[in-house]
């Protein structure tokens, strides 16, 4: 009968073990999918955040350029403005770019700072008087153009940035090291 005597404190010990390892991997999974949904949650809030700022921008802008095609004025409140939320819709797209893939989104991003930032450029001229009188006419049709060229880019980023706002994609995480 010594054959089936057992160590029932050494199994039980075991069993034991095995259960806090499964415990912890269940845990350590746990936490890592809340890490991941807290994430997504954080980036579908900016998205949604910079849709807003996005369509602002654009009609900001149309607003900005109707003044200029007016009367050769800006309303330099309203330059301040667009110089402002523009600076802070970058940050937080580009803070939307450095969290998750986005397909050439990062492209987008840069043409439309450029653009974005000529249309301020040239606005801060007229606002300063800073051109010869022969040179307002183009700055104005270029300031049309950069508009027109402007929205392309605030639509296309809307559009790529809309599915993350909804959730209806899954979330590529940008590991950081």
């Given amino acids: 009968m010594e054959v089936c005597n057992w160590n029932w404190g050494a199994i039980a010990s075991f069993v034991s073990a095995g259960f806090t390892g499964i415990a912890a991997v269940v845990a350590w999974k746990i936490s890592e999918k809340w890490n991941n949904q807290k994430g997504s949650e954080v980036v579908a809030d900016e998205a949604k955040e910079s849709i807003k700022e996005l369509l602002d921008n654009i009609f900001n802008t149309e607003v ?64 300063n008087n800073d051109y010869l009188e022969d040179e307002l006419p183009l700055l104005i049709k270029e300031q049309e153009l950069l508009s027109e060229s402007n929205t392309q880019y605030c639509k296309v980023l809307i559009k790529k ?17």
């Fill in 64 to 127: 900005l350029i109707s003044h200029i095609k007016k009367d050769n004025n800006i309303d330099l409140e309203r330059f301040i403005k667009l110089r402002e939320e523009s600076n802070q819709l970058f940050k937080r797209i580009l803070f939307i770019d450095s969290s998750i893939h986005i397909e050439s989104f990062g492209n987008y991003l840069e043409d439309f700072n450029r653009v974005n930032k000529k249309i301020l450029n040239h606005a801060y001229r007229i606002i």
């Fill in 161 to 177: 940035l809309r599915p993350y706002a909804l959730f209806q994609t899954q979330f590529h995480f940008k590991i950081t090291p």
